[in-house]
């Protein structure tokens, strides 16, 4: 579903920020990305939807080149869904807007199918009630799972997660991860970074380490909590997973 | 002080003042407003395109216009227009423009610079975070700017739009330059008619005065209501 191959970034020549970055995602399948902050997790992921541009490697989603000018990337930036770790729900749209503008504007959806595809979705991350509501009247947790809804209203074929719960207070981490374990049950393609390493034993089929802009560890997540091969991961689950 | 003052004068002028002046006067404000913000706009998206030719021209214009002073931009403008127009369609002798297309014209392209500085902030005011949402959901970079990035920019800059606004019904006064019946101009007018001049001024200064008062308190009463709520 998703190939990486030999991704590499840098800003100037002496800041390089991914190095040969080589992996791939199948479908169904759900890959976290972990790693120490400042280790290019976010920005490789961000590389998938062309966010972010690179210099040289690919990168494919569902067969087609993200990095090839020809490409549509409006079109395929609405097959693939992202969620970012600040919401970035749209403040000025009531959160029944938000989950509309795309499907209207991109899908060509009518309003009628778009508010009930939404309501739908509200329905499932059990905010049905606060369709009418403005983003910032919501808590955090709640505005992450209304950005999930809003993803998730366009049908995308894989679902893209930046640190989605690292701007959350604690107590509402749960509710989002929730959601997004029920998406990974229900078979949706997830490349996730996070550093909920609960989310990862519990749902991840591989998980991927990367420190400095390289992908260190790419590895089942059985191999990879059971015996990391490198020292760099070794050390970075032993800090993490300490307390 | 008052008592050889006639203020029969202005009474008897008033509907000339209005119809007339002040009539020419809102409908020169509004339109270079209008004007102004969708050319302003314009200039505000070029100077923040990736493209630096683009931003070099917008920025050149926006400099040029800010450092002429407005009097001579209208004086000029109304005398060349004209044979700018013979030159552009080629005709024999300069084309006679009008003095309130003339003025308008150069009050879209004055405030057009101020506008674009005011929107240029508004949409670096919105973080980045917000088109990359709108361009990971599939909306192009029109899309992406009419609806998610400008509509916040807009709100976020209305009350300073309109005290620009203000700003600009004041200055529409200047087009007394071309003996244009403004409202200033009809003021000025029944002034020398009547020699009545100081009666005149006075009123015209309390009418620009209160219009502009109103106008102030209007945007803080609208700035409270519009706010985004963050």
Same mark, same amino acid.
């Given at each position: 579903?998703?190939?990486?191959?030999?991704?590499?970034?840098?800003?100037?020549?002496?800041?390089?920020?991914?190095?040969?970055?080589?992996?791939?995602?199948?479908?169904?399948?759900?890959?976290?990305?972990?790693? !120490?902050?400042?280790?290019?997790?976010?920005?490789?992921?961000?590389?998938?939807?062309?966010?972010?541009?690179?210099?040289?490697?690919?990168?494919?989603?569902?067969?087609?080149?993200?990095?090839?000018?020809?490409?549509?990337?409006?079109?395929?930036?609405?097959?693939?869904?992202?969620?970012?770790?600040?919401?970035? $729900?749209?403040?000025? $749209?009531?959160?029944?807007?938000?989950?509309?503008?795309?499907?209207?504007?991109?899908?060509?959806?009518?309003?009628?199918?778009?508010?009930?595809?939404?309501?739908?979705?509200?329905?499932?991350?059990?905010?049905?009630?606060?369709?009418?509501?403005?983003?910032?009247?919501?808590?955090?947790?709640?505005?992450?799972?209304?950005?999930? @809804?809003?993803?998730?209203?366009?049908?995308?074929?894989?679902?893209?997660?930046?640190?989605?719960?690292?701007?959350?207070? !604690?107590?509402? &981490?749960?509710?989002?991860?929730?959601?997004? &374990?029920?998406?990974?049950?229900?078979?949706?393609?997830? *490349?996730?970074?996070?550093?909920?390493?609960?989310?990862?034993?519990?749902?991840?089929?591989?998980?991927?380490? *990367?420190?400095?802009?390289?992908?260190?560890?790419?590895?089942?997540?059985?191999?990879?909590?059971?015996?990391? =091969?490198?020292?760099?991961?070794?050390?970075?689950?032993?800090?993490?997973?300490?307390? | 002080?008052?008592?050889?003052?006639?203020?029969? &004068?202005?009474?008897?002028?008033?509907?000339?003042?209005?119809?007339?002046? *002040?009539?020419?006067?809102?409908?020169?404000?509004?339109?270079? +407003?209008?004007?102004?913000?969708?050319?302003?706009?314009?200039? +505000?998206?070029?100077?923040?395109?990736?493209?630096?030719?683009?931003?070099?021209? @917008?920025? #050149?214009?926006?400099?040029?216009?800010?450092?002429?002073?407005?009097?001579?931009?209208? #004086?000029?403008?109304?005398?060349?227009?004209?044979?700018?127009?013979?030159?552009?369609?080629?005709?024999?002798? !300069?084309?006679?423009?009008?003095?309130?297309?003339?003025? $308008?014209?150069?009050?879209?392209?004055?405030?057009?610079?101020?506008?674009?500085?005011?929107?240029?902030?508004?949409?670096?005011?919105?973080?980045?975070?917000?088109?990359?949402?709108?361009?990971?959901?599939?909306?192009?970079? @029109?899309?992406?700017?009419?609806?998610?990035?400008? !509509?916040?920019?807009?709100?976020?800059?209305?009350?300073?739009?309109?005290?620009?606004?203000?700003?600009?019904?004041?200055?529409?006064?200047?087009?007394?330059?071309?003996?244009?019946?403004?409202?200033?101009?009809?003021?000025?007018?029944?002034?020398?008619?009547?020699? =009545?001049?100081?009666?005149?001024?006075?009123?015209?200064?309390? &009418?620009?005065?209160?219009?502009?008062?109103?106008?102030?308190?209007?945007?803080?009463?609208?700035?409270?209501?519009?706010?985004?709520?963050?």
């Amino acid at each position: 579903m998703i190939e990486i191959s030999h991704v590499n970034k840098w800003y100037s020549p002496t800041f390089q920020v991914l190095t040969d970055c080589t992996t791939s995602v199948t479908k169904g399948e759900v890959v976290v990305v972990c790693g !120490p902050s400042g280790s290019g997790k976010s920005t490789l992921i961000k590389c998938v939807n062309a966010l972010e541009p690179f210099q040289s490697g690919d990168i494919s989603v569902d067969g087609t080149k993200v990095n090839d000018p020809k490409t549509n990337l409006p079109k395929l930036r609405s097959r693939v869904g992202m969620v970012f770790q600040h919401f970035e $729900l749209f403040p000025h $749209l009531k959160i029944i807007d938000n989950l509309c503008l795309a499907q209207q504007k991109v899908l060509g959806r009518s309003s009628d199918k778009a508010v009930a595809k939404g309501m739908q979705l509200l329905d499932r991350v059990g905010l049905q009630e606060q369709a009418q509501k403005f983003p910032a009247q919501l808590s955090g947790g709640q505005q992450q799972r209304v950005a999930i @809804a809003r993803a998730l209203a366009m049908d995308p074929i894989v679902m893209l997660f930046d640190e989605p719960t690292s701007a959350l207070d !604690p107590e509402m &981490v749960s509710e989002v991860l929730d959601v997004m &374990v029920d998406l990974a049950h229900e078979g949706m393609t997830m *490349m996730v970074v996070t550093h909920e390493m609960g989310f990862a034993r519990k749902v991840a089929n591989r998980v991927i380490f *990367m420190d400095r802009g390289e992908i260190v560890e790419d590895a089942p997540k059985e191999d990879f909590f059971g015996k990391p =091969r490198s020292d760099r991961a070794q050390k970075f689950l032993s800090k993490i997973l300490s307390h | 002080m008052f008592s050889n003052f006639d203020f029969g &004068v202005i009474v008897r002028a008033l509907p000339y003042l209005f119809y007339e002046g *002040m009539t020419f006067t809102l409908m020169l404000t509004g339109l270079a +407003a209008l004007g102004g913000l969708v050319f302003g706009t314009a200039i +505000a998206l070029m100077r923040l395109s990736g493209y630096k030719t683009l931003g070099r021209i @917008a920025g #050149f214009y926006v400099d040029f216009m800010r450092s002429l002073p407005l009097v001579l931009v209208i #004086f000029w403008f109304y005398f060349l227009v004209p044979y700018i127009g013979q030159w552009v369609t080629g005709a024999s002798r !300069p084309i006679s423009v009008g003095a309130f297309a003339s003025s $308008l014209i150069t009050f879209i392209m004055f405030e057009a610079a101020y506008f674009s500085e005011i929107m240029r902030a508004g949409i670096q005011s919105i973080s980045r975070g917000q088109p990359a949402a709108a361009n990971a959901l599939g909306l192009t970079y @029109a899309q992406t700017m009419r609806y998610v990035v400008l !509509p916040q920019a807009f709100r976020n800059m209305l009350p300073v739009l309109i005290t620009q606004t203000i700003v600009l019904f004041q200055d529409t006064s200047l087009v007394y330059v071309l003996s244009i019946t403004d409202f200033l101009g009809a003021a000025s007018k029944i002034a020398q008619r009547d020699g =009545r001049l100081v009666e005149m001024y006075l009123f015209a200064a309390v &009418v620009y005065f209160t219009i502009s008062c109103i106008a102030s308190f209007g945007v803080r009463r609208l700035q409270a209501r519009i706010a985004i709520i963050r």
